[in-house]
């Protein structure tokens, strides 16, 4: 602890008595709680020969031994005469008082000797000194107090001036004590004016909050949505506090609140939905591939809905990404979700959410849907097509009021997400065939980007295996191996089921497999020589069906290693072997 408390209150001690000291020709001597001087007044002048060192002798072990502390019933006052010159011979024959200096904990904060050369007089002093020093101590502890009541004074304005959190403090009777700038801004009212007000005179609608002042039980992280006559909905996670008394009777609530536009924020930096790719990552000369580019760039500017189709692995999700990335919704979320791999029964509560204990199975707590989540950016739909047209028609409506309510909820949410679907299915078929609603199909088809295949642009093959060949060996950490031509060559006949996906899984595999630094034909999987692959599959679903069954086959029917070699996740092979009711026992009986 620093001594300048116990310094300011020697000072302002020695000015107000001074006059006293004068008369009666007392000097004084302040120390620290080791005996080092840190203030003196002598009667002789300033004398040399009084000393910290000195100073110490005449401090009676006691205090010392005690190091710190001092219980209150010992006597404090200790008296003595100066009698051995070796001591203090400029003090030879005075008397002195010592008296402590301590704080409200007991502990000892430095020492008060006063001298005399009267003996009489030192008597009288046994009583004065008591009270001097409890002047001092008193001012000592209203210094410390002030400093102490700065700090917490600064501590509090920083956290509550920078809080992003809205801060109320309620008392007993909810009335406003105290409320943030934040707070303000979120419920819309004036912080100020607020103070002494009820909580619900200050807002336009019913405060959750006064739930607490029933069930005196606090809570944390809780969501809440809200609406406001005035202000739309309000929508917030929520921490309350209670606050008790002395004797722990409820005293009033704390709340902090957070705007749930922070949380995702948030979400979105944690969870990683940012989009990755851009256009330039996008390689290809083909002149069909050049105009959906040019298309993306375009609906990269504007907000309108998009539809991309192609086949499976000709780059939907990139371009997607691309048209987020590189539009003004950057810095939001992108958000994707994956219509054909989330169970039937699930789709609805992932898409809008729900409420809690809404059904058997949910969150206790409730949870948002895809739409909230990416509040701000892009949502994704891919494979739009596989979406049952129950939800169809639910999808339609939220992307036309542009708001959703979560399943079991009460109140409409609001959204501003930028939606852009992609099918591997001929979609128009699709609604011709009654299982895709032609006005949703109408609705996501504004901006429409048909991805080639890329048996349809062979002419890109050479310059994807070049960029394929730098991505992957930079992904493994090795040498760009030299590739000869008679690793290119048959992939140039080749019909590419699954598209540059299945490119680049041939070019990853041959990293792996080749231990030298020429990449050729041994290293190209055996499918692509099989002349019964090559033939031309009727149809794009056939030809995805012949692609999996082929891994499926060259695994072993290992649902893992096949998801992984295929590039999707388990729930979507799940899904594809449902929906073509394949399974190891049909493949090997037919
Ligand atoms: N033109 C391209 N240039 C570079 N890489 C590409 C290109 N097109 C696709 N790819 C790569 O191929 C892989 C598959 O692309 P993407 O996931 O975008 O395909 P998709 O059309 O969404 O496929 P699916 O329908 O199976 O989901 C990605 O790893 C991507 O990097
Ligand atoms: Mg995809």
Request: with cysteine; net charge neutral.
């Amino acid at each position: 602890m620093s001594n300048e408390p116990l310094y300011n209150a020697i000072q302002s001690f020695y000015h107000r008595f001074l006059p006293f000291f004068k008369q009666n020709e007392l000097s004084l001597v302040f120390t620290d709680e080791r005996g080092k001087i840190l203030f003196s007044k002598l009667l002789q002048q300033d004398n040399p020969a009084i000393t910290s060192e000195k100073i110490f002798h005449l401090i009676p072990e006691d205090f010392l031994l005690q190091k710190q502390k001092i219980p209150d019933n010992t006597n404090q006052v200790f008296k003595g005469k100066i009698v051995n010159p070796e001591l203090l011979d400029s003090l030879i024959n005075w008397y002195y008082l010592v008296k402590p200096i301590q704080n409200n904990q007991g502990d000892i904060l430095g020492f008060l000797f006063i001298f005399t050369t009267e003996q009489e007089f030192s008597q009288l002093l046994t009583s004065l000194i008591q009270p001097f020093a409890n002047i001092i101590e008193e001012d000592v502890q209203n210094k410390e107090l002030q400093m102490n009541l700065n700090i917490s004074k600064d501590f509090f304005e920083i956290i509550s001036k920078n809080s992003q959190d809205g801060i109320l403090y309620l008392d007993k009777y909810a009335k406003v004590k105290y409320m943030n700038e934040m707070a303000g801004e979120i419920l819309h009212v004036n912080p100020q004016q607020s103070i002494g007000q009820y909580v619900g005179n200050i807002v336009d609608f019913e405060p959750v909050i006064l739930s607490v002042f029933k069930t005196k039980k606090g809570y944390v992280d809780r969501e809440f949505i809200i609406h406001s006559p005035n202000w739309g909905t309000l929508h917030f996670i929520k921490t309350a506090i209670i606050v008790k008394d002395d004797c722990g009777h409820f005293a009033g609530v704390v709340d902090f609140f957070r705007e749930i536009s922070r949380v995702r924020k948030f979400v979105t930096s944690y969870i990683g939905a940012q989009a990755k790719f851009c256009f330039n990552d996008i390689i290809g000369d083909n002149k069909q591939l050049r105009e959906c580019i040019r298309i993306s760039r375009l609906a990269a500017r504007s907000n309108s809905n998009v539809l991309i189709l192609g086949e499976t692995g000709t780059g939907k999700e990139m371009i997607a990404q691309a048209i987020h990335y590189e539009g003004n919704r950057r810095d939001g979320p992108f958000v994707t979700i994956n219509c054909g791999a989330i169970p039937r029964e699930l789709a609805e509560s992932e898409l809008f959410g729900y409420e809690p204990g809404s059904f058997t199975g949910a969150d206790k707590k409730g949870r948002p849907g895809k739409f909230e989540l990416a509040h701000g950016g892009t949502l994704f739909l891919d494979e739009i097509g596989e979406l049952p047209l129950t939800l169809q028609m639910k999808l339609l409506r939220v992307i036309q009021e542009r708001q959703i309510m979560r399943i079991g909820g009460i109140r409409q949410i609001s959204f501003n997400v930028r939606i852009i679907a992609a099918s591997n299915k001929d979609l128009q078929k699709e609604v011709q065939q009654g299982r895709f609603r032609n006005d949703l199909y109408h609705r996501i088809n504004v901006i429409r980007i048909n991805l080639p295949s890329l048996r349809n642009r062979k002419e890109d093959i050479p310059l994807l295996i070049d960029h394929l060949n730098r991505k992957l060996s930079n992904k493994l950490e090795r040498d760009m191996p030299l590739i000869s031509s008679s690793f290119v060559n048959p992939l140039l006949k080749y019909e590419f089921p699954g598209n540059v996906r299945e490119l680049e899984n041939i070019i990853e595999r041959a990293l792996n497999l080749c231990e030298n630094n020429i990449i050729n034909s041994q290293y190209l999987p055996k499918e692509i020589f099989d002349t019964q692959f090559i033939v031309e599959p009727s149809s794009m679903e056939e030809n995805k069906r012949q692609h999996i069954l082929n891994i499926l086959a060259q695994t072993d029917w290992n649902l893992t290693k096949a998801a992984y070699k295929l590039n999707l996740s388990r729930p979507t092979l799940y899904h594809y072997l449902k929906k073509w009711n394949l399974s190891k026992q049909n493949y090997y009986t037919r």
